[in-house]
């Protein structure tokens, strides 16, 4: 059974404070993404990696990082947080070639004040 | 303008009714189309794709695709208050790490008994 864990469920940081997001999957996939939810927007690509030490940016980048050491493990680094970064982020992983098939995680509610 | 729209509801349905979801798209390159399937609190997963045109069936669950009007479908039979839930719409231009994923914002779904 897939699996992607990510290493909050909720998060509330002051702005200003470096934020580390975590997450990990067991199922050896190539691919890992990083997403963020807000209402009515739908979810929104940050950035994903197809490989280790590899990253390419998705469609919101800006304010974020991103660190791929191992297979298995993608983290979102948010340097400065401010309150605009308050949202629901959501790891998933893929094979590489199916990137239709995306497996999510629980997704990390994170408040900034 | 967004690549993908999607109607964000909420669609309420008597149980046992049919439920019909729907989104447009403007990028004529996209090729497979998803639906994704999420309950309050967790992450999405995947529910059914299709590449190209056409329709696919998998048990109580219909998608259809019209490429030419740049349109999908979902039809969801005999509905149950478990697929009460918010459907996400997805598309992608290629299956390779490089097909990203756009999603529709999602359509809130509620089945009352």
């Known amino acids: 059974d897939v699996k992607v864990t990510q290493s909050s469920r909720y998060l509330v940081k002051r702005t200003g404070e470096k934020v580390f997001l975590e997450c990990v999957q067991d199922m050896d996939h190539e691919n890992m993404f990083w997403y963020r939810q807000d209402p009515g927007l739908g979810l929104r690509l940050i950035y994903f990696?197809?490989?280790?030490?590899?990253?390419e940016k998705g469609d919101i980048p800006e304010g974020y990082s991103v660190s791929r050491e191992k297979k298995e493990r993608f983290s979102l680094i948010l340097e400065s947080a401010s309150t605009n970064q308050t949202s629901m982020y959501l790891c998933?992983?893929?094979?590489?070639?199916?990137?239709?098939?995306?497996?999510f995680g629980p997704g990390t509610r994170l408040t900034v004040t | 303008q967004k690549e993908v729209e999607q109607d964000p509801g909420p669609l309420s349905v008597p149980e046992g009714a049919i439920v019909s979801l729907n989104c447009t798209y403007s990028n004529s390159a996209f090729q497979y189309f998803m639906w994704y399937r999420q309950y309050s609190r967790k992450g999405p997963e995947l529910l059914m794709y299709t590449y190209s045109s056409g329709n696919k069936e998998d048990g109580r669950f219909t998608a259809q695709v019209d490429k030419s009007s740049k349109y999908i479908s979902l039809f969801i039979r005999d509905s149950q208050p478990s697929d009460s839930a918010t459907y996400l719409c997805?598309?992608?231009?290629?299956?390779?790490?490089?097909?990203?994923?756009?999603f529709g914002a999602g359509t809130q779904v509620v089945v009352t008994p």
């Open positions: 990696s197809y490989d280790v030490k590899m990253k």
């Open positions: 997805a598309m992608s231009a290629g299956t390779d790490s490089w097909g990203k994923l756009q």
């Open positions: 998933a992983s893929s094979l590489r070639d199916r990137v239709y098939e995306q497996y």
